[in-house]
Every structure is written in structure tokens, then in C-alpha cells.
């Protein structure tokens, strides 16, 4: 799997030039890990992971299992040997308050938890949000983080979104070492995750 070996903090930032919901990835020195494709007018998710901005080499495919997304799954592939990395599946009551998602190995067992660490600051982006002028600024100063832990209850990374217009840019810091197949399947699941939350604002 490419997404192995990465200088952390990875740094996610979407890009405002286009109308799909692109976005690079880069470590601490700015050299490139990856390029993140929404599909756009699909009636199920469909993003594609490249080598980089190019788009000439494609790495990873994640396509969703259902087109209702309360209880979700997205289904992550490796395109070079067509193999399953494994799945992310949202826990749609849960969601509802506080963002919660499994992530599950090619076995369909459960491996880590990805948790939103503070529900009241999606309940307050969600209100603000919708003032009109004011709620444009909200990506500056309400800012949602995400643990990432595994079923061993330790913690392995951390997601947070950065201050910045339209919520374009995200953090993610690894806290302690981890397999790299692992590695590879939480990263995919959470450039999915952060597509799917920015969605809904």
C-alpha cells in the first residue's frame, strides 16, 4: 500500500477551484502524499485516491455500499491488486449527536473507532451556520476534532479541523506507531469521513 512512511501532521486542503469536492494531501514538509476525487452527480459515493494532483495514476477506490446513508458503509479497494482494504461503516444513531464511525478490516471485524471528541461544537456549527453573514465564519472559530482508537483503547491519531474559510482544511497527527496496513486503512477511512461530515456542514 502507498500510504505508508508519512511525515505527520498529514495536512488535507480542499481545493476552491473546482466543483467537486477535491482535495490534496501533504505531509509536514509539503511534499505530496495524495489527491482526493469526489465523483460528482453519483447517487452513491464514489471517490477516487491518486498518486498526486496529476490524476494519472489511481491508488485507492471507495465507493458506498447503499445509496440511504444513515447506517452507511463505504467499501475501500486497492486498485493495483484489486483487493479489499477494508470497510468504514457510520454508526447512524450515534451520528446523530456525535459523530461515529467503525472502521473494519477485510475480515469485517471492527479495528478502531473514529469518535468526534466534542458533540456540542457540531450542535453549535449547525445553529451559526445558518445566520446569515455570521455563519460564514464559523469554520474560524468552531473547529470539530476527531480521536481515532483502536479496540485495544488506545488512542492512534487525531483529526482536527484548522481554522479556516468554508472549512477547507484539516489536520492529522499520529500519536503513537502503527502497522502499516493499518495505517493505510484508517487514512482512507478518514479522508471518506471528512468528505462526508464537510458535507454536512
Do not use: H
Amino acid at each position: 500500500m502507498a500510504l505508508n512512511n508519512l511525515n505527520y501532521p498529514l495536512d488535507f486542503k480542499f481545493k476552491l477551484t473546482t466543483l467537486a469536492s477535491d482535495f490534496n494531501i501533504t505531509d509536514k514538509n509539503e511534499n505530496a502524499v495524495a489527491y482526493v476525487r469526489q465523483k460528482m452527480f453519483k447517487l452513491k459515493e464514489d471517490v477516487v485516491v491518486f498518486e498526486n494532483d496529476s490524476k494519472t495514476k489511481e491508488l485507492f477506490r471507495i465507493k458506498a455500499n447503499q445509496w440511504i446513508d444513515f447506517n452507511a458503509s463505504y467499501s475501500l479497494t486497492e486498485i493495483a491488486t484489486g483487493n479489499s482494504c477494508g470497510r468504514l461503516a457510520r454508526k447512524g444513531m450515534r451520528s446523530i449527536w456525535k459523530s461515529t464511525y467503525d472502521v473494519l478490516d477485510t475480515n469485517d471485524k471492527a479495528k478502531f473507532t473514529i469518535t468526534e471528541d466534542k458533540a456540542w461544537v457540531k450542535f453549535l456549527d449547525g445553529m451559526v451556520g445558518e445566520i446569515p453573514i455570521i455563519g460564514m465564519f464559523t469554520g474560524y472559530f468552531l473547529n470539530p476534532t476527531y480521536t481515532v482508537r483502536g479496540i485495544d483503547g488506545k488512542d492512534y491519531f487525531k483529526l482536527k479541523k484548522m481554522p479556516s474559510m468554508f472549512g477547507r482544511r484539516f489536520q492529522l497527527d499520529r500519536m503513537i506507531d502503527i502497522d502499516d496496513e493499518d495505517e493505510s486503512l484508517v487514512i482512507l477511512s478518514l479522508l471518506m469521513m471528512i468528505l462526508l461530515e464537510r458535507a454536512r456542514g
